[in-house]
């Protein structure tokens, strides 16, 4: 498989909770990305963090990465029902992006 | 733009049939790829054009599969024969700029009996 690691699998929490997914990879990179797939759609990007930076923001969405430990989170803060969607890590290394097998966030209203 | 178009949504198919699968990217994007989404496997990167030059087919699971991409606005993926461990969810992506933003199409779901 060429799937990266993330975990956990699936979380579940109340609306207005932080929710954390993590992505682990094995390889050097170029950036990592995270994306977003509703149930049944097509993939939608959400942040895009270089190799050589440590911390991104984009609105409710907060993203780390430490290349030492080849690991990224994604924070996402008072979070909403409407975030409910599984959430991807997509890492490139040399010419090729190798997606993670995905967290399943369920916000519950 | 309307952004990444494929077509169609849902194809169910007899094995042995071909199925050829299209997709219009979003005009101005030198990148074109086509990935594959199994419960098993996830999402896996079959083939990527730039420029409407195939670069790497190196994810294409066997001879069965082709791509092609005639213009910057038109990218097909064929399989022949079909077999039913093909079923899966097809989508299309393109970008501006390589393995940066891509942007997804709504996906192809087939179905191979």
């Known amino acids: 498989s060429q799937q990266g690691e993330e975990d956990p699998q699936a979380l579940s929490i109340q609306e207005g909770e932080n929710a954390t997914m993590n992505c682990s990879y094995k390889t050097s990179i170029n950036n990592l990305q995270w994306y977003r797939q509703n149930s049944g759609r097509g993939l939608v990007h959400l942040i895009l963090i270089r190799s050589n930076e440590r911390e991104k923001h984009s609105g409710r969405l907060r993203v780390t990465l430490d290349t030492s430990k080849k690991s990224s989170s994604l924070l996402i803060t008072a979070s909403r029902a409407a975030d409910t969607a599984s959430y991807f890590c997509?890492?490139?290394?040399?010419?090729?992006?190798?997606f993670g097998a995905g967290t399943r966030l369920f916000v519950k209203a | 733009d309307a952004g990444v178009i494929q077509s169609p949504r849902h194809e169910v198919t007899e094995m042995g049939q071909e199925v050829t699968l299209r997709c219009k990217p979003i005009?101005?994007?030198?990148?074109l790829f086509w990935y594959r989404q199994t419960m098993m496997r996830g999402l896996e990167l079959l083939i990527y054009f730039n420029n409407n030059v195939p670069i790497d087919d190196s994810g294409m699971p066997e001879d069965r599969f082709s791509a092609k991409m005639p213009n910057a606005s038109f990218s097909t993926l064929k399989i022949q024969p079909s077999e039913p461990r093909d079923s899966a969810v097809y989508f299309c992506?393109?970008?501006?700029?390589?393995?940066?933003?891509?942007?997804f199409g709504q996906g192809t779901r087939l179905t191979v009996v």
């Open positions: 992506a393109s970008s501006l700029e390589g393995f940066t933003e891509a942007f």
């Open positions: 005009s101005g994007h030198d990148y």
């Open positions: 997509a890492y490139t290394g040399g010419f090729k992006t190798i």
